[in-house]
Nanobody
Framework: QVQLAESGGGLVQPGGSLRLSCAASGFFADSATIGWFRQASWQEREGVACISGREDYIYYDNGVLGRFTISRGDDKQTVFLQMNRLTPEDTAVYFC??????????????????WGQGTQVTVSS
């Protein structure tokens, strides 16, 4: 059974950092395209970062470029989202998802195969 499980969320002060983990099971995650999304209250879910199953091609939304880093774990079944210089505008529930396509090109956020359950990130002083 294909499953994704996020962890690592929590409360952090502005300017702080968090590392989210997405643990995959039921499929070979190292060759899969995995995306990170977030959904703030009363807003639509948005894709913020994606790592391709092929060639490790990576996409970042402009709002997180230079602050967030997506990467794969050595265990081949985990994808991380390192988030630095967090601001209150980053407060949201963060989800990881398996993406059907092999590259994180335009529109990858509309091609989700499986969602995780989400983890809450709150940036506040």
């Amino acid at each position: 059974q294909v499953q994704l499980a996020e962890s690592g969320g929590g409360l952090v002060q502005p300017g702080g950092s968090l590392r989210l983990s997405c643990a995959a099971s039921g499929f070979f995650a190292d060759s899969a395209t995995i995306g990170w999304f977030r959904q703030a209250s009363w807003q639509e879910r948005e894709g913020v970062a994606c790592i391709s199953g092929r060639e490790d091609y990576i996409y970042y939304d402009n709002g997180v470029l230079g602050r967030f880093t997506i990467s794969r774990g050595d265990d081949k079944q985990t994808v991380f989202l390192q988030m630095n210089r967090l601001t209150p505008e980053d407060t949201a529930v963060y989800f990881c998802a398996r993406i059907r396509r092999s590259l994180c090109l335009e529109g990858w956020w509309d091609d989700v195969d499986t969602w995780g359950q989400g983890t809450q990130v709150t940036v506040s002083s």
